[in-house]
Nanobody, 123 residues
């Protein structure tokens, strides 16, 4: 079955950086776009970024554009999210999802990682 395991979160000061990883298994990684979404405390799911199977088409939410970079290593079945210039409003649990989603079409529960990784931006 599909397994998506996120890692790399933590506590960082405003302006800092983190690199999230998502290890994928149980499906043909190279055949699917991948997506990052996040959920802040008390908020709904928010789309963050998406990347196509080849890794040459990338999309970002306006709130992270210019600060976050999505990438993938198809040889390692791994998705990444490099987050720079972090802000307190980036605080959330980050999930990866199988599929190329957008702000108007969010992944179903079964298509995203189960645990996510917590990112906390605070001084």
């Amino acid at each position: 079955q599909v397994q998506l395991v996120e890692s790399g979160g933590g506590l960082v000061q405003p302006g800092g950086s983190l690199r999230l990883s998502c290890a994928a298994s149980g499906f043909t990684f190279t055949s699917y776009g991948m997506t990052w979404v996040r959920q802040a405390p008390g908020q709904g799911l928010e789309w963050v970024s998406a990347i196509n199977p080849a890794g040459d088409i990338k999309r970002y939410a306006d709130s992270v554009k210019g600060r976050f970079t999505v990438s993938r290593d198809n040889a390692k079945n791994t998705l990444y999210l490099q987050m720079n210039s972090l802000k307190p409003e980036d605080t959330a649990v980050y999930y990866c999802a199988k599929g190329f989603y957008n702000a108007h079409l969010l992944p179903r529960l079964g298509d995203r990682g189960g645990q996510g990784t917590q990112v906390t931006v605070s001084s």
